[in-house]
């Protein structure tokens, strides 16, 4: 092959017929409530790691619309533990081997997976065969064709699929969205966008290639969604660089991943996600301004100015936002704020950035 020519990945290969998936889709009974009613719905979270236990449980706490009714754990320890801390029922616990049988219990009515990336597909449909609505957080999962079944299921069984993107339900978020979608500023020129931590946990899961990990999958999708988000379009082509630099940590998965982004209007992006340096920023060049968020992907706090103007929208919690603004989507038959669409178009450029690491060549997302 010329090595000045392009790879090119179709868009026809990804597409994904028909519209999203949304809570119109036939709503199961136990959803419904009385005439001019609506009531709470039970959350069961798949997976009581970190994510769950520090930040998902108490955010469930301050949800006017949903709230934490079951778990899955495969840990005997953790299922008491939280049955005592949150009076979880005996009925609305369950392990990874009888999951299935949560399609009797009406106490459920949204499976929250909060899994290692490579059990989303498989946990994500499960959840769906059972009649319950899901939320899955982010990556979605390792590939576009698990992404596209995830939702080919949801649909066939009229369940709605919403992914974990926090920062979407976050009003800082929506304003420098609404800025590149409004072009109050005009033509979005150059997008620069990092989103990184220092990891340096031997043996962690976001070490391990097969289950999902490396910086890409992980704090890399915050970068992609900064830009994608803030360019207020999708790209058409994509350039990246794979980074190491411990690699008695990460020995198999990226460490750093650089990667740039173009835009059909012209607009570019340098984007970088990482697990070894500290860095969480978003800067946006426009034809009329300019705009800087620092942090723009945080748990709490995001904040920033623009040509605008100043950009800090107070919010109690991100999570808790999230959860009711998905809840009260499914319990008015709205459509999902971030459906499975949304991370499916996510997973398909990621797929790019790799092949371009591989290659060493642009990949054209034709």
């Known amino acids: 092959m010329d090595n000045k020519q392009p790879l090119i990945v179709s868009r026809r290969h990804f597409l994904v017929k028909g519209a999203a998936v949304v809570a119109s889709a036939a709503l199961s009974p136990s959803i419904m409530a009385g005439a001019g009613q609506q009531k709470s719905l039970g959350v069961a979270l798949v997976g009581l790691g970190y994510y769950s236990t520090d930040l998902l449980a108490p955010a469930l706490q301050l949800t006017k619309h949903c709230h934490l009714a079951g778990i899955v754990t495969g840990t005997p320890d953790k299922a008491k533990a939280w049955k005592e801390k949150y009076g979880i029922k005996d009925k609305n616990i369950y392990d990874y081997r009888n999951f299935d049988s949560i399609k009797d219990n009406p106490d459920i009515d949204i499976v929250y997976v909060v899994l290692p990336p490579s059990m989303h597909r498989e946990y994500v449909i499960r959840a769906a065969k059972a009649g319950k609505h899901v939320f899955c957080e982010k990556p979605m999962a390792l590939t576009s064709r698990d992404c596209q079944e995830m939702i ?8 709605g699929l919403a992914i974990g993107y926090r920062c979407q339900h ?11 979608r ?40 915050y970068a992609l969604q900064g830009a994608r988000l803030a360019a207020g379009e999708e790209p058409v082509a994509v350039t990246a660089q794979s980074v190491v630099n411990r690699p008695e940590i990460f020995n ?8 740039q982004l ?3 209007s012209g607009a570019i992006a340098s984007c970088m996600g990482g697990h070894g340096a500290n860095a969480n920023y978003l800067k946006v060049n426009y034809e009329k301004g300019t705009l800087f968020m620092e942090p ?3 748990y709490k706090n995001n904040k920033g100015t623009s040509t605008l103007g100043v950009i800090d929208h107070p919010l109690e919690n991100q999570q808790a936002r999230q959860m009711d603004e ?9 459509p999902l ?10 997973i398909r450029i990621v797929e790019a950035i790799y092949a371009a690491v591989k290659s060493g060549k642009e990949v054209r997302l034709a």
């Open 296 to 298: 723009f992907s945080s």
């Open 182 to 221: 409004q072009q109050k500023l005009g033509k979005v020129k150059y997008i620069s966008v990092a989103a990184s931590y220092v990891e340096s946990r031997k043996g962690h899961w976001k070490m391990k290639k097969a289950i999902g990990g490396g910086s890409m999958y992980d704090m890399g999708v």
């Open 170 to 180: 976050d009003p800082n978020t929506r304003e420098y969205m609404d800025i590149a």
């Open 252 to 259: 198999e998965a990226d460490e750093m991943m650089m990667f």
């Open 337 to 346: 704020t971030v459906p499975g669409e949304e991370g499916l178009r996510d």
């Open 326 to 334: 998905d809840a009260l989507a499914l319990l008015n038959g709205n």
């Open 262 to 264: 173009k835009f059909p």
């Open 152 to 159: 080919k299921v949801c649909r066939e069984q009229k369940v």
